[in-house]
């Protein structure tokens, strides 16, 4: 007999409001002192404090990377990087269709040509294997994007990229302290850039930094972010066509905080995956993410899975998020293919019309098959879950078990 499920009217596995899921973000009187460091030293701007710049150098040490240029957002960091890069009318990019919409934002509003390119099933990172195909004399860069904090085939990126002379920029927003073969990822490329919003593995509420081993190309970072300035120049000597894209010594002193926790933070998101990856494996048409020797580390922004729906009664995805939720299984169903976004079919995109050079990819229309396919049958469960205890591991173990026989 299987027990009554709670979108039934059943009791649930968990009720969040006795036995709620780890709170996030996490603080305590250091992040007081760092805040009230800053409001107290009367110096709340990038140029005329320390933080900023000592921030920039902590982070890039821990992401074993030479340079670092702080900005106000993920999405402004990829921005300044293809600005930085002199990417703009009449090139084309080449971006997964499986990411945030700000991956694809930031390649419009240079001007240039997202192409997308279909990803791997079982990483849900892009295919470098289906990079080559998708290159034109117009090809310029191409952003490999960590999604759920588990770094891209680099190897299979950069052979491609090298091979062609494209620029690589790792999209890292969901990927902090994550490594391929040993080295955390964010300057395995010429440029990577990270995210600090609130929903981020490192979180100031907002925020953002781009990463390089690249000297030349931290210094151009740094002037578009710092308004066309140059490093080593005067105030008001503009070399470059900048913006304003700095992040304020409040959001810095915060970070250097928050940072402290991230390498233990990570230890315990890996541990509680791991667990939870073992459970998993007794629940049929569960599937998780290939185990990949060359990471190194995973940042476990999100906990994937891949559900069959003939396992679950033939349900639909939709069906089974929402039985989770009533469960107290916290779950979403996570990205549609980007090049459905309606922003695809009705934005005329007057920057990049201007600019195209060869055909417009028919967006609406195009069909990538993996990406499709995932989209169907993907969850994601958030990083604070991954912060708790085995237990709490059990709990989502023990609601799609229960879900798995009443639907049977
Ligand atoms: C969050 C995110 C961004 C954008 O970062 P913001 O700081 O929110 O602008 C870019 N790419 C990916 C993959 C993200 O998850």
Redesign the pocket.
């Known amino acids: 007999m299987s027990q009554p499920l709670a979108i039934n009217g059943g009791t649930p596995v968990r009720d969040i409001n006795t036995k709620p899921w780890t709170k996030w973000p996490f603080y305590d009187k250091t992040e007081e002192e760092a805040l009230l460091r800053v409001l107290h030293s009367d110096n709340w701007w990038y140029m005329e404090g320390t933080e900023g710049k000592t921030f920039e150098t902590e982070f890039a040490e821990m992401h074993n990377a030479k340079y670092a240029v702080a900005c106000?957002?993920?999405?402004?960091?990829?921005e300044v990087s293809l600005r930085a890069l002199g990417i703009g009318c009449g090139d084309e990019v080449i971006v997964p269709p499986y990411?945030?919409i700000?991956?694809v934002a930031?390649v419009l509003t240079v001007g240039a040509t997202p192409i997308f390119v279909d990803i791997e099933g079982d990483t849900l990172n892009i295919d470098p294997t289906k990079i080559e195909e998708a290159i034109t004399p117009r090809t310029k860069a191409v952003i490999p994007?960590?999604?759920a904090g588990r770094p891209a085939d680099l190897d299979g990126v950069l052979e491609f990229a090298h091979k062609h002379h494209l620029h690589v920029i790792e999209?890292a927003?969901?990927a902090h302290y994550a490594e391929w073969r040993g080295t955390k990822v964010g300057a395995i490329g010429d440029f990577g850039?990270f995210?600090?919003?609130a929903?981020?593995n490192l979180n100031a509420g907002?925020?953002?930094i781009i990463l390089t081993n690249n000297e030349e190309l931290a210094d151009r970072a740094w002037s578009v972010t710092h308004v066309g300035r140059v490093r080593s120049g005067g105030k008001y000597r503009h070399e470059v066509l900048g913006g304003n894209y700095r992040m304020t010594e409040f959001q810095s002193a915060l970070l250097r905080t928050q940072m402290q926790r991230l390498p233990e933070q990570t230890q315990k998101r890996t541990e509680n995956a791991k667990y939870l990856r073992s459970r998993l494996l007794a629940i049929e048409g569960i599937e998780l993410p290939k185990e990949d020797p060359r990471i190194t580390v995973d940042a476990y922004?999100l906990f994937t899975m891949r559900f069959n729906p003939e396992a679950f009664g033939g349900k639909s995805k939709a069906e089974l998020v929402k039985a989770l939720h009533a469960e107290g299984i916290p779950c979403t169903s996570g990205y549609v293919p980007l090049y459905k976004e309606s922003i695809f079919a009705t934005h005329s995109n007057k920057q990049g019309a201007r600019c195209q050079v060869g055909q417009r990819p028919d967006y609406p229309n195009l069909n990538l098959p993996v990406c499709e396919q995932v989209c169907k049958e993907n969850l994601w469960l958030f990083q604070n879950m991954l912060l708790g205890n085995p237990s709490d591991m059990d709990d989502v173990v023990t609601a799609l078990d229960k879900i798995q026989r009443a639907w049977r």
Do not use: P
């Open positions: 106000v957002n993920g999405s402004a960091a990829l990411t945030f700000a991956t930031a994007v960590h999604i999209d927003a969901q850039t995210s600090f919003q929903s981020k907002e925020g953002g922004h």
